[in-house]
């Protein structure tokens, strides 16, 4: 079992969000996101876990309640197994032929797999048999007198399997193949195969594996499904997932900062069915949050299309509609009811940032612009809303505060309608405090996590903001003029939060800049607080993650000095993201047509901040920043000439890295140091601390701080 780190891992090929990642000039983007995610599983297991069986029953009710729940799932489960036994032995042609045949095919399939003949596909089918079978039999349960004893209405459902196996389902550009794909469907249903195929309807991945010793390789392809699933579901908080080796299943649940997996339960032995047959109970009845979906969003049916008009003769071709949505969602939210079917910024995985965006309408036809963006989202954070440094809502209020009275700064950052910890809906009346402890329970025990484990972050409070719409995400800007106005304004409300309340952003990133025209005006909001530190405060928590941003887009200091933030790495992002805007495009269409035009594998310097360890990247950086004639060759000359981004990027640079004072970014010895004339320059470098042989010029900028802010700001566009 391994420990997970008390921060995340950061030593790892960065994704630049939606921007970079959701392009071809990644060149298999697959091949480079899976790796990182497919190890992180690994490293964050705690395996062989007998209470993952349990996770998912109803562990906050009260103990008399609890255990009568348990008692009639247990009767129930006995029932089944002893069944599942009688008609795997009953003679051909007997009474209930479907059930017989499906419990014999499944039976015979684990004769074959423990004997080592079973090819991995031969599994998917009886595996699909004994789901189906079990579910017959819920289904007359949770029908009949006893229903109410198992569980209330809102918590009784079927575990189907989809129709398909093996096959790429929709919704996603990954070209694995989920072997086993459940659902979760009304009591009522016909129990057969249900005729879905896309990641928005999927409960529960199986990955199934021929060996015994397949359970880690099962497992790294069962952690891109579920990262897939939480891509296509508005209402997934958390992942479920079954990994089947030989003949052995194991349950696993990934948390935020870990991954659970069960003791393996031998399908071939009554034992082991008992153990799974029980598992399908309680997926049956547990509690809706506890298949970690969320109470709070609704799943409905979209609204109906209107017919398309009969076609005008000789009319323009007009532009191919969006798809209507599968599904739509209703956002509960205090006393807002508002609907959904998409993210504009969606996380990167299950286990670690869980940040999304979410668009809102005021009604179901979701006509016209969104009305509210609803920022969902897992930080680091106390136990108690009271001593908690990471309220994003609080911070985002005591901004426009302070701002109100400056017309430039007045619409600097949105205006907080709702901000709240999210609590899930348990029993018809009750509801619990939605954090880590209360979705993993046991799982994140003291004994497994440890007391400093805690105290160092390991808790999570689930978090969601409404704020007023902010407008469209810079990364879609519709011309360049208005990026580069976006970015130059991004970078005067850095810089008044750290010279007038001491605040560092720390999450530059190309969806946390938008803009929207209003009267006629463009305004530019800086969002995404979340990692945001207030230097008047000495808590160490607030830096978690020690590098808050995509290495990409991150500052060299905050790659080589994780966990000591300065003022000027806001700055220094900045200038980064106006890089790669200048260089790949401001929106799809523009990416779309540069890429086209690229060779079939190209190499742009700049891809080499995307690329290896933070230690590789920040060495990249600092070659590439050296020099104006360095900069000017590796990025700059990558940008159209006549780009507004062109010039904005090259004066913030030479405003931040070329100050008399800051003597350049190039690691420098004592001897190339002894070569310089000015003996004061010569005084202030080697009064630098030496670290591996090398002193870090980069130090020197903190003395001229004042001046470096007012050179940045010179440099701007006056608008």
């Known amino acids: 079992m391994n420990n997970p780190p008390s921060t995340p891992p950061v030593d790892t090929v960065g994704s630049f969000n939606q921007l970079l990642t959701s392009e071809p000039f990644l060149a298999d983007k697959q091949s480079r996101r899976r790796p990182e995610l497919e190890q992180k599983s690994i490293d964050q297991l705690f395996d062989d876990r007998p209470d993952v069986w349990g996770h998912s029953r109803h562990s906050n009710l009260r103990e008399d309640l609890r255990h009568i729940a348990d008692e009639h799932a247990d009767e129930l489960a006995d029932v089944i197994a002893q069944d599942l036994a009688r008609d ?47 579910a017959v039999k819920i289904q007359r349960r949770l029908q009949g007198q006893h229903a109410n004893r198992l569980a209330e209405a809102r918590n009784r459902r079927l575990i189907l399997p989809f129709h398909t196996t093996a096959t790429r389902l929709e919704g996603s550009d990954e070209t694995l ?86 003791t393996g339960a031998n399908l071939a ?28 969003i609704h799943r409905l049916a ?127 009346h009750n509801f619990v405090d939605d954090d880590t402890l209360t979705s993993y329970g046991p799982l994140t025990s003291f004994e497994v996590m440890g007391v400093q484990g ?41 810089l008044a939060l750290y010279t007038r309340m001491n605040i560092l952003h720390r999450g530059i990133d190309a969806n946390n800049i938008t803009y929207l025209m209003v009267g006629g005006r463009l305004q530019i909001k800086l969002l995404g607080f979340n990692n945001s530190i207030d230097m008047a405060i000495a808590d160490e928590r607030q830096l978690r993650p020690e590098i808050a941003v995509s290495p990409a887009l991150a500052s060299i200091n905050s790659l080589e000095n994780r966990g000591a933030p300065t003022p000027l790495d806001d700055p220094e992002s ?22 086209a035009g690229l060779p079939k594998n190209p190499h742009l310097p700049i891809m080499d901040w995307n ?73 202030a470098l080697l009064a630098i601390p030496v670290i591996n042989g090398t002193r870090n010029p980069l130090i020197l900028r903190h003395a001229v701080l004042v001046a470096l802010i007012a050179n940045i700001l010179g440099s701007l566009p006056q608008h």
């Not at 017989?100 to 595996?127: C, I, L, M, Q, V």
């Not at 010895?669 to 005084?683: K, M």
Request: aromatic share 8%; hydrophobic share 40%; charged share 25%.
């Open 88 to 134: 795997i032995g009953r003679p051909p042609g007997a009474e209930s032929e479907l059930q017989t045949g499906r419990a014999r095919r499944f039976d015979a399939w684990s004769h074959k797999a423990a004997a080592g003949n079973a090819e991995e596909k031969e599994a998917y089918g009886p595996f699909k048999d004994i789901v189906l079978y079990c």
């Open 269 to 296: 032995t009554p034992a082991g069915r008992r153990t799974f047959i029980r598992q399908l109970v309680d997926w049956s009845t547990c509690p809706v949050y506890r298949l970690g979906l969320d109470t709070n």
């Open 302 to 428: 979209p609204p109906p299309v209107a017919a398309a008009p009969p076609p005008v003769a000789a009319a323009p071709p007009l532009e191919e509609a969006a798809p209507p949505p599968l599904i739509v969602y209703r956002v509960d939210i205090g006393n807002f009811k508002l609907y959904s079917h998409e993210c504009r910024l969606i996380a990167d995985t299950l286990t670690g940032q869980r940040r999304r965006y979410i668009l809102l309408w005021r009604n179901i036809a979701m006509a016209g612009p969104p009305s509210h963006l609803l920022v969902d989202d897992w930080p680091f954070s106390a136990m108690t809303s009271r001593y908690d440094t990471r309220d994003e809502a609080g911070l985002l209020r005591r901004i426009r505060a302070n701002f109100a009275n400056n017309d430039d700064l007045r619409d600097a950052v949105p205006r907080v309608i709702i901000g709240e910890r999210v609590r899930q809906r348990h029993g018809r």
């Open 574 to 595: 900045l200038v980064n993201l106006g890089s790669w805007l200048g260089i790949f495009g401001i929106n799809k269409a523009e990416r779309a047509a540069y890429i």
């Open 454 to 494: 805690w105290l160092d972050g390991h808790f999570r409070a689930h978090k969601r903001i409404l704020i007023e719409y902010p407008g469209e995400a810079v990364s879609e800007a519709d011309n360049e003029q208005t990026a580069a106005l976006a970015i130059a304004r991004a970078m005067v409300i850095v």
């Open 177 to 262: 193949l989920p072997d086993v794909t459940l659902c979760f469907e009304p009591v009522g249903t016909v129990v057969a195969p249900q005729a879905h195929n896309h990641y928005c309807f999927a409960g529960i991945i199986v990955e199934c594996k021929k060996l015994p010793t397949g359970f880690q390789p099962g497992l790294k392809q069962l952690s891109t499904y579920t990262l897939e699933m939480f891509r296509n579901q508005l209402d997934r908080k958390d992942a479920i997932g079954m990994v089947l080796y030989g003949t052995f299943a194991k349950v696993v649940v990934f948390g935020l900062d870990a991954v659970w997996a069960s």
């Open 611 to 683: 690329r290896g360890t933070t230690a590789d990247i920040a060495g990249r950086k600092r070659d590439h920043l050296a020099t104006l004639e360095a900069f000017d060759t590796k990025i700059l000359l990558y940008m159209r000439e006549n780009s507004p981004l062109r010039p904005l990027v090259e004066n913030m640079y030479i405003a931040l890295f070329l100050h008399p004072g800051c003597y350049g970014v190039t690691l420098l010895t004592d001897n190339s140091i002894a070569r310089i004339e000015d003996g004061n320059i010569r005084a």
